[in-house]
C-alpha cells in the first residue's frame, strides 16, 4: 500500500508521542494498541476464562464494570509464555483483520498515513505493505522511561522489554529512523522534519 508507514519501536521509546506529532499535523493514523484494548473489552468474558488457569494468585481478571483488567493480564503473560501465545494466537488475526479494513479505506485518500504497530517485526503479518518507521533509543533509556511510566520493578521492565526483538535488529530492519535520546524539543524537531518530508513527498 503505497500510502503506509508503520511506526514502531520497543517499548517506551516514543512511537505515540510521533503519532500524536502526526495527528497533530493533520496525519490519519491507525492504532493497533488501540484496537487490541477493544477486543479485549469485546471478548472479555471469554478471555478471562482462558487465563484463569493461569492466574495463579487469584487476582480479579475482570473490571466492575466486565472490562478485563489490562494491568492483571499483563502481569500473567509476561510471566507465562504460554499464556503469551495463547493471548496472541487469540487476539493478533482479529487485530491485523482490523488493520487492513481501515488501510484500505485510508488507501483511498491517496494521503501518507500512518499504522502504529509495536509489534511489527516481531508479528511478521505487516511485511512489505509499507514503509517502517522506527523510533530509537537505547535499552538503557527504554528501561528507565518504561519503570518511570508503569511504576515497574526492574525485572518487571526487563521482561517486558526483553520479550521483543532487540532495538539494535530493528535499526537493521528499519527503512526510517527517528532518534529519541534526548529532549522531547529535540525529538518533537526530527518528527516534524520527517513528517514535512513525507508531506511533500519527499520519502
Keep these: 500500500m503505497k500510502n503506509a508507514f508503520f511506526v514502531t519501536a520497543s517499548i517506551a521509546c516514543g512511537k505515540s508521542t510521533f503519532i500524536q506529532i502526526a495527528n497533530s499535523m493533520g496525519f490519519k493514523s491507525i492504532s493497533a494498541d488501540e484496537i487490541a484494548h477493544e477486543i479485549l473489552d469485546q471478548y472479555s468474558l471469554e478471555l478471562a476464562q482462558i487465563f484463569s488457569k493461569f ?23 509476561f510471566n507465562d509464555q504460554e499464556a503469551k501465545k495463547i493471548l496472541e494466537d487469540f487476539t493478533h488475526p482479529k487485530i491485523r483483520m482490523q488493520i487492513l479494513e481501515q488501510m484500505q ?68 530492519k528499519a ?7 534526548g529532549s522531547y524539543a529535540d525529538f518533537e524537531k526530527k518528527c516534524i522534519q520527517m513528517l514535512q518530508k513525507i508531506s511533500k513527498g519527499a520519502i
Design 175 to 181: 527503512d526510517l529512523v527517528i532518534k529519541n535520546t
Design 55 to 77: 492466574n495463579t494468585k487469584n487476582q480479579k481478571l475482570l473490571k466492575e464494570d466486565k472490562k478485563i483488567d489490562r494491568k492483571i493480564l499483563g502481569s500473567i503473560i
Design 105 to 172: 479505506i485510508l488507501e483511498k485518500e491517496n494521503k501518507p498515513y500512518f499504522v502504529e504497530i509495536p509489534l511489527f517485526f516481531e508479528s511478521k503479518a505487516y511485511e512489505n505493505l509499507g514503509k517502517v518507521i522506527l523510533i530509537y533509543s537505547p535499552k538503557e533509556l527504554s528501561l528507565q522511561r518504561l519503570i518511570k511510566r508503569d511504576n515497574l520493578s526492574l525485572e518487571a521492565a526487563k521482561k517486558r522489554l526483553y520479550s521483543q526483538i532487540d532495538i539494535e535488529e530493528k535499526v537493521k
